[in-house]
């Protein structure tokens, strides 16, 4: 029974999560509030694994929140889940978008939905921050945030230092 309930909550978010791997973020946070299957303090920890390992954010913190509800199993059942919408989706739309490409109830469907995956992010942005508070963790930003302004480097720098900040900081119990 708990696979098919992971099934059908992560293929509702896959069919209802539009702009990102971030924008799963709120349906992710419903369920651990609801099924209670991790925690918020994990599903933010699974974010931050998903954001520096190869691949889709969705898509790993789908077989992250799938493992820890139900093991391998699980990890297996909720990424096939929360791929299959977009799988189906891409294969219908690029069958008919030829088709509609000039329609302007199309383009205007379009342009709606970059505002509202906007909000969706900058929703999710807010919780994150408010949920793992730590006067460290700002003070790192701070800094890291000031270094980008003045040096432009690659993103993958300051998420390194950030997750070697992170761990010096665990391992020394500062967090």
């Not at 791997?21 to 651990?32: D, K, R, S, V």
């Not at 342009?111 to 793992?132: D, H, I, N, T």
């Not at 980008?148 to 390194?160: A, I, Q, T, V």
Request: proline fraction near 3%; glycine fraction near 10%; charged fraction near 10%.
């Amino acid at each position: 029974m708990i696979y098919l309930q992971l099934f059908l909550e992560f293929f509702h978010i896959g069919l209802f999560s539009f702009g990102g791997g971030y924008a799963t973020l709120p349906f992710l946070y419903h369920i651990a509030e609801v099924q209670q299957w991790y925690t918020a303090k994990q599903l933010t920890d699974m974010v931050a694994v998903s954001s520096i390992t190869p691949g889709p954010v969705g898509v790993n913190v789908a077989t992250f929140a799938g493992f820890t509800t139900s093991g391998i199993l699980g990890s297996l059942v909720a990424t096939t889940a929360v791929v299959l919408p977009s799988y189906v989706l891409v294969i219908v739309v690029s069958k008919l978008l030829e088709k509609f490409r000039e329609n302007k109830y199309v383009q205007a469907a379009i342009y709606g939905l970059k505002p509202a995956g906007c909000g969706l992010l900058a929703a999710v942005a807010f919780r994150m921050f408010a949920e793992s508070f730590s006067i460290l963790g700002t003070v790192i930003f701070l800094i890291l945030l000031y270094i980008s302004f003045k040096s432009k480097r690659d993103p993958l720098f300051y998420l390194g230092v950030s997750a070697l900040t992170g761990l010096v900081a665990g391992f020394f119990h500062l967090t």
